[in-house]
């Protein structure tokens, strides 16, 4: 039978009283046993102990309970507290208590029990695996069968998948130089130059591409060698540059010639970081008169390079290499305007209307400005 201990209500003052005259042995009793004692219990009854007395919600609140428990539920054993938080009590209390639980979608594909589902790092697509012995793939909606038939230092059912990052891969020692305007050029050649600059025992890969030549290497020291120096291939020089930091050649054209450079520069920080000295301007072939044009590299360059756009109040034109500069025709990278299949045919023009497909002498439409192309003249 439990015992039951029966005694007369009394005020909190006379509780108090009878407290500080005779303290309880949980009250004497030392933290480091407390902290020892609270470490078995779950986060439920660690709040729930906190409510006895002063001394319990004191030690309850330790932060190295409330850590131990993150690190049993989440693993952060050797992680520190983020500079945001407040306390690792708080953290769990977000990551367990306020993490919303929404039914978005229900999994039906599956013939038996799902083991595991891993999401991609950006959260978009996930990857479910199953007892049937099928990985099911948000990528492309496609079953991708396992084979139930497993060595014996293999699991029978598939346990769990992880998703690949792909910026996970480092490159900080590969070197590329383009191979535009090379014509039957062969690894041969290509070791011969290196050979005069590094040891080839550094060399890992000759990679020959439709664009570029690719060389990975194992030292440091010999990427750096590569990316100063010049090789010259087939009567032409070349010049390596790191694969991670690729460089984008842009032109611009229709730019004063009283515009400094610097400005240029400046202007040019919006679509990446721009080579030191790296700004040239064209020249006319055999005189010493400039083209109007100005060539400048930029690191780690936006995706996309304009077309069209405005320094100031000058209007500018801007065709940039690696694909960055969209077709005026039908809007993709992989090719100049100039070789757009989707070209208009500029044969039958009207200068009456500015369209296209018929001449000004059976024009049925009005008259339009062809500067600004409106209805109106401008002024």
Known sequence: MPLHCVEDRRSPTEIEEDEDSCPSIWQQCPDSILLHIFSFLEAKHLTASSQTCKDWNRVTNDESLWKYLLDVKWGVKNQKLPPSKESWRSEYKRLDFHTPIHLSETLTDHDDEVLHVSFSHDG???????????????????????????????????????????????????????????????????????????????????????????????????????????????????????????????????????????????????????????????????????????????????????NKTTFGRYDVRMFADNGRTECIHCKQRNHPSYACKDKPDHSKRCYNCSEIGHFARDCLNESKCSFCKKKRSCP
């Open 124 to 306: 978009k697509l996930f990857c479910t695996t199953s007892k049937d012995a099928t990985i099911k793939s948000s990528v492309d909606e496609c079953d991708i069968p396992v084979p139930r038939r497993r060595s014996k230092n293999t699991l029978d059912t598939p346990k769990d998948t992880k998703f690949f990052k792909m910026a996970n891969i480092q490159r900080t020692l590969s070197v590329h130089f383009y191979t535009r305007g090379f014509k039957g050029i062969t690894h041969d050649e290509i070791i011969k130059e290196l050979e005069k600059q590094i040891e080839l025992e550094s060399v890992k890969s000759i990679q020959l591409t439709e664009k570029s030549c690719v060389v990975p290497l194992s030292d440091i020291d010999a990427k750096e060698r590569l990316v100063q120096c010049d090789l010259t291939i087939k009567n032409r020089t070349v010049k390596f540059i790191e694969v991670d930091n690729t460089i984008t050649n842009i032109t611009i054209k229709d730019l004063p010639y009283e515009l400094n450079d610097c400005y240029l520069a400046t202007q040019m920080l919006q679509y990446g970081k721009v080579v030191p000295g790296s700004v040239k301007r064209g020249y006319i072939r055999g005189k010493k008169i400039e083209n109007g044009s100005r060539y400048i590299q930029i690191i780690n360059c936006a995706p996309t390079i304009p």
